[in-house]
């Protein structure tokens, strides 16, 4: 029982260290925007503050604890959760064909905007802490562009090396953040203590009823206070759902409803202003230490968020949304630590250039909302979507999403629109690019895949002619493992090797892999074996892995040896034959030219089969096909 509570503890606190990093850092900026919105400037009166206020923890409360803690969580696929877990819930249980592929679609767009999202967080979060200096040093404001500059790089740079050891304290970390943003709102409580009126719902509708308009606006900013919420259902499977709900009811929720109403206090109380609210929350001897923690606090806010975009890479990956990556585990132990070089690469050039062109979180806050409220609007959709097929009381569920969560959604991505020229197009081009990518890819690897399969011949076929020609057929020594994606047919290496050349191994292995919709597959029911011919030494073997598993082919081929008796050949010396398609551009119209160009570039980039299943360099061979695109 104590190791149990012990343990319990510990995941609490990894919670707080990756799951909150990024809500938890939202008031350094949060309630700040809601004064500083381009053309529409408020005034910081009590009507107006604690209506706002009002409206940001009631939002918390029905979004984050309502919709995400009490219901989404409980969508998992497997103890999964994300954007991604619920495209894979579509996929497997939408039958309509039209349908799922819709929400498939939709599913892409909450991808591409999560990108979005992963892009600004770093830069705005990093930035609203080092603005601090404009309170503690005034003299250094001029170096808090720099600073960022600096601080971003090093972040980007080390995550080749992992961060399995600095990791370990992040939650400790986070858990004096959380405690020390409480603490500075309860000062400011204590002076003002007629401040927790904004704990009221009655004011955020006093607010609404008397300047609806601004109320509208204002919701804005009022969405910043919720962004990382989708790290709440994305690092589900990393935790498990009850540290995550503990973390959240009993350090994270108080905390950030305690310092939002400081944040109150202090505006009307301290005649401070409505910038870097967060660090005037306390005492001057106390603000430098702040400024400090509140810069370690948004880097590991940052790093979960490149953390989470390396974990949604490698998913859309494997589920074929989009080409082969590089991709490096950097913990021997923590099969999550990854990191990717390109993904890595292309995250630092846009959020150095979003810190350089928007200058200051106030106006990176414009670019925010948009990105955020789509995304949490996409999970809505996508949850109700398969409500039926994971739950027995659906009805509950239903009118949850059609009385809270849709109207919320509706209301923040409406208000966010306006933000369009204001900052928010680059979150929706960063979507966008996104978003062409994957469909590109996609479609292509559609195209290529009837291609091939056209070109490909089925194992009833081959073996037909295996046993017609066998006489004819040399039979060398040794094994030969031959890799394809589709489970019904000889791949194109071994046809034109048997066919062309007269010429078979002893012992052939066909490999067929697929990524299932599961999130993770138990090694044990990972691989079926068919019977070919095991008489003329050729077996089959299906592989299928979660989208979530670690793909590494040789050891999953050596763990099933045992597993199947009849398979005679030995993975650690046996030859690798990867077939390689090599699109060629034609007249044909299936795709514009432009996007097929698009596909061929990354087809020519991407990570080669071999590299991508850890196929021993010294026994692999590559055989390239040109295909007609």
Not at 69 to 79: P, T
Not at 198 to 214: M, R, V
């Given at each position: ?400 999403s059609l009385l809270i969560f849709i109207p919320i959604d509706f209301i923040f991505v409406s208000s966010n629109l306006q933000k369009v020229l204001e900052g928010g197009i680059y979150p929706l081009l960063i979507g966008l690019i996104t978003f062409t990518i994957i469909r590109t ?169 071999s590299d991508f299943y850890h196929l021993p360099i010294d026994r692999t061979e590559e055989f390239t096909t040109l295909i007609s695109l």
């Amino acid at each position: 029982m104590i190791k149990h509570k012990k343990g319990t503890v510990l995941l609490v606190l990894g919670a707080l260290g990756v799951v909150y990093g990024d809500i938890g850092t939202s008031p350094l900026y949060a309630l700040g925007a809601a004064f500083n919105i381009k053309n529409h400037h408020l005034l910081p009166n009590s009507n107006n503050v604690f209506g706002i206020i009002s409206l940001i923890l009631w939002s918390i409360f029905l979004v984050v604890t309502v919709k995400y803690v009490s219901f989404i969580m409980k969508a998992d696929n497997e103890g999964e959760g994300g954007i991604m877990a619920l495209v894979a819930l579509v996929k497997r249980h939408i039958g309509t064909k039209r349908l799922r592929f819709g929400l498939i679609l939709i599913g892409v767009i909450g991808v591409s905007l999560f990108y979005g999202d992963g892009i600004i967080t770093p830069a705005i979060s990093v930035m609203s802490a080092v603005e601090g200096l404009r309170v503690v040093a005034p003299n250094m404001a001029p170096l808090v562009i720099p600073i960022v500059i600096i601080l971003l790089t090093v972040l980007f740079f080390i995550q080749k090396f992992g961060t399995a050891v600095v990791g370990k304290l992040f939650g400790p970390v986070m858990l004096v953040w959380f405690l020390t943003i409480a603490s500075g709102g309860i000062y400011q409580i204590y002076h003002y203590p007629s401040s927790l009126i904004a704990l009221s719902p009655i004011t955020a509708l006093h607010f609404i009823g008397s300047s609806p308009i601004a109320a509208f606006i204002s919701m804005t900013a009022v969405v910043l206070a919720i962004t990382g919420v989708e790290a709440l259902y994305a690092d589900l499977g990393h935790f498990g759902i009850s540290p995550i709900r503990r973390a959240w009811f009993f350090i994270v929720f108080p905390s950030l409803v305690l310092c939002y109403v400081g944040q109150g206090a202090l505006i009307i109380n301290g005649n401070s202003g409505t910038n870097d609210l967060l660090i005037k929350l306390f005492p001057s001897q106390f603000q430098f230490p702040v400024l400090i923690l509140s810069a370690v606090a948004t880097i590991i806010a940052s790093q979960a968020v490149i953390s989470g975009i390396f974990s949604l890479t490698r998913q859309a990956i494997q589920l074929d949304f989009l080409p082969k990556m590089k991709i490096k585990h950097t913990s021997y132990s923590e099969i999550g630590q990854i990191y990717l070089p390109l993904i890595n690469l292309l995250m630092y050039i846009a959020v150095i250039f979003l810190v350089i062109v928007f200058g200051s979180s106030t106006r990176l806050a414009n670019a925010y909302g948009i990105a955020v409220s789509g995304t949490i609007a996409i999970d809505t959709i996508l949850f109700i979507s398969v409500i039926q097929y994971i739950f027995k009381d659906a009805l509950l569920y239903y009118m949850a999403s059609l009385l809270i969560f849709i109207p919320i959604d509706f209301i923040f991505v409406s208000s966010n629109l306006q933000k369009v020229l204001e900052g928010g197009i680059y979150p929706l081009l960063i979507g966008l690019i996104t978003f062409t990518i994957i469909r590109t890819w996609t479609n292509g690897e559609r195209i290529m895949a009837q291609k091939r399969d056209d070109m490909e011949e089925t194992f009833e076929s081959f073996m037909g002619y295996i046993r017609a020609t066998k006489q004819r057929i040399e039979r060398t020594n040794g094994s030969a493992i031959y890799l394809t994606e589709f489970t019904d047919n000889v791949p194109i290496a071994l046809q034109n090797n048997t066919r062309q050349f007269q010429v078979m191994p002893k012992n052939l292995v066909i490999v067929s892999i697929k990524t299932s919709s599961h999130a993770h597959i138990p090694p044990i029911k990972r691989a079926l074996v068919d019977d070919l011919g095991y008489n003329d030494g050729i077996s089959h073997i299906n592989l299928y892995y979660g989208y979530k598993d670690q793909i590494n082919l040789p050891q999953t081929l050596k763990s099933i040896m045992n597993l199947s008796p009849e398979l005679k050949f030995n993975p650690n010396k046996s030859i690798y034959y990867v077939s390689l398609d090599k699109p060629v551009i034609s007249k044909s119209h299936n795709m514009s030219k432009w996007r097929k160009s698009l596909y061929l570039f990354m087809a020519q980039n991407e990570l080669s089969d071999s590299d991508f299943y850890h196929l021993p360099i010294d026994r692999t061979e590559e055989f390239t096909t040109l295909i007609s695109l």
